[in-house]
């Protein structure tokens, strides 16, 4: 009798572990959308400005980068198990502190928390699905399952955030995400392994730190950056210690016996390869999901309602992709999918191009679908493919490398369409007003705000044909981009592909 309720419990525990991190990979992909939504409509305090605004979005990607490296390493340490129900409890009292803050200051502490929170359960939840499920279908499975979990957390953050201000304000926004963030705990407490302390070693509290210094420095060079131009002060000076801060950093890890990032993660191979996939990946799937949208509105002026109705194009297939993508991969090799998933990205793309060089909707639409279902068909593979190698005693320092790594591609996706659009426009605007004119506003017409002009002391003519000229410049601009986003994704298929090659030929020999 007692061996059968033990048997139960062992086939019960994976698929509880799984709800676990899909709910938490759910309410972190929420909290990204639904604060991007609400946080225009924040009005904790009178003079609040555009700086703060950005803060109350950037400190809870500060504090998750900051975190994931550290999270990774106490995964390892402890059990995943005890480490998932302290992010999910931290990430849900950060939530509360966020919702019911009377100031600025506990607002971004709560933010501060939340990312804490989710560098946690980033690390430990994946680190608990390649460690503790032992068959590798069902790993597939469930590594498609949290793929699927991030889509449909992106998607409902930005849908019912929009649903919800009009009621409730931008706390009930920033409150979505409370629901699955207690059902991950809830469900942890029952799936998660107990697995024993796999290293009784002292943790490396400088490489802690050093690490926090380089992360920290490297965002707000980069978020002050398109701000305060790159040749600001601040900007150098957050820079330079970057620069030093990686430099000692990695001089720190050499020389610990227990260092944050271990060296024999940096030479799996397979880690390598998939991490390097993931940011080409996430670059282009951010910029896609940000850029898309922009672009309708700006240079279609289509309505917001309209907008939302033809992204469901790009997001519904990314939906869906993950759980097709995780049946693909019992009959054929992950890497064959993956490089599918690139190849449908750089097609889609190719569409995107094709549909607003002609003006043509029907391609726009077609490759939107393509598009999301390359996305979909990488999402969850990806982080099973970068952790089926990797040692059961460094499975959370992979985990939290990988998401680190994963937000980098955020980044980017984010800065690299924005540099080629400032690139572009102020080439191509110099042929009717001086450059010295427009860049204090050069950013800002980059976003497709084109009020900025009004600020310049300019005359009716003139601010009418820059208006028009910097319209046609976005466009162009916007297409560009594409260009280099179609770069990227052959740039991973080409990245997956050679390693395939690569080591079909070490097997053969």
């Not at 944050?260 to 880690?271: E, G, P, S």
């Not at 996939?277 to 922009?294: K, Q, R, S």
């Not at 289509?302 to 194009?313: H, K, N, P, Q």
């Not at 102020?426 to 506003?441: H, K, T």
Request: glycine residues 10%; charged residues 10%.
């Amino acid at each position: 009798m007692h061996a059968t309720v033990i048997s139960i419990q062992a086939r019960r525990r994976p698929h509880a572990a799984i709800l676990a991190t899909c709910a938490a990979t759910l309410a972190i992909a929420m909290s990204i959308t639904a604060s991007g939504v609400a946080l225009a409509h924040v009005d904790i305090a009178p003079h609040i400005g555009i700086l703060q605004l950005q803060w109350i979005m950037n400190g809870f990607i500060l504090s998750f980068a900051a975190c994931l490296l550290p999270a990774g390493s106490i995964v390892d340490r402890l059990s995943a198990r005890r480490i998932f129900l302290w992010g999910s409890a931290i990430l849900s009292g950060g939530i509360i502190f966020t919702v019911t803050a009377g100031s600025f200051g506990v607002l971004m502490l709560g933010r501060l928390l939340q990312g804490a929170g989710a560098a946690l359960v980033s690390a430990a939840g994946p680190a608990e699905l390649a460690s503790s499920i032992e068959d590798d279908a069902q790993r597939k499975r469930a590594f498609g399952y949290l793929g699927a979990s991030g889509g449909i957390g992106l998607t409902l953050g930005a849908l019912l955030s929009g649903l919800v201000l009009d009621e409730g304000g931008w706390r009930s926004a920033f409150a979505l995400h409370l629901p699955f963030a207690v059902a991950s705990f809830c469900c942890a407490r029952q799936g998660f392994s107990r697995r024993p302390i796999q290293a009784a070693t002292r943790f490396d509290w400088g490489g802690a730190l050093l690490s926090a210094i380089f992360i920290t420095a490297a965002m707000v060079c980069s978020i002050f950056g398109p701000l305060l131009g790159w040749l600001s002060l601040p900007v150098i000076c957050a820079f330079c210690i970057a620069c030093v801060g990686g430099w000692a950093f990695v001089r720190c890890e050499a020389r610990a016996a227990a260092p944050l990032l271990r060296v024999t993660v940096l030479r799996n191979r397979q880690f390598i390869v998939a991490s390097g996939a993931c940011v080409l990946f996430t670059t282009v799937w951010v910029a896609l999901f940000v850029y898309v949208p922009l672009h309708m509105s700006v240079s279609y002026a289509r309505s917001g309602d309209e907008v939302g109705t033809t992204m469901l194009a790009l997001m519904v297939p990314a939906l869906v992709m993950p759980l097709l993508a995780s049946r693909c991969v019992q009959y054929v090799r992950v890497e064959t999918v993956l490089a599918a998933g690139f190849s449908l990205m750089v097609f889609g793309l190719v569409l995107l191009f094709a549909a607003w060089s002609a003006h043509a909707r029907a391609y726009e639409i077609a490759g939107l679908i393509i598009c999301g279902a390359g996305a979909g068909s990488l999402y969850g593979l990806s982080d099973y493919f970068a952790l089926s190698t990797v040692p059961p005693e460094h499975v959370g320092l992979a985990s939290g490398a990988f998401n680190l790594l994963r937000l980098a591609g955020d980044a980017l996706g984010t800065i690299v369409p924005a540099a080629v659009l400032v690139h572009t426009m102020r080439n191509l605007l110099a042929d009717v007003a001086p450059v010295e004119l427009l860049r204090p506003v050069l950013n800002e017409l980059a976003a497709g705000r084109f009020d900025a002009l009004d600020g310049l002391a300019l005359d009716v003519g003139t601010s009418d044909l820059i208006r028009h000229t910097a319209l046609e410049c976005f466009h162009d601009g916007v297409l560009r981009a594409v260009i280099v986003l179609a770069a990227f994704a052959a740039a991973g298929m080409a990245l997956v592909c050679v390693d395939r090659l690569a080591a079909g030929s070490r097997s053969a020999l």
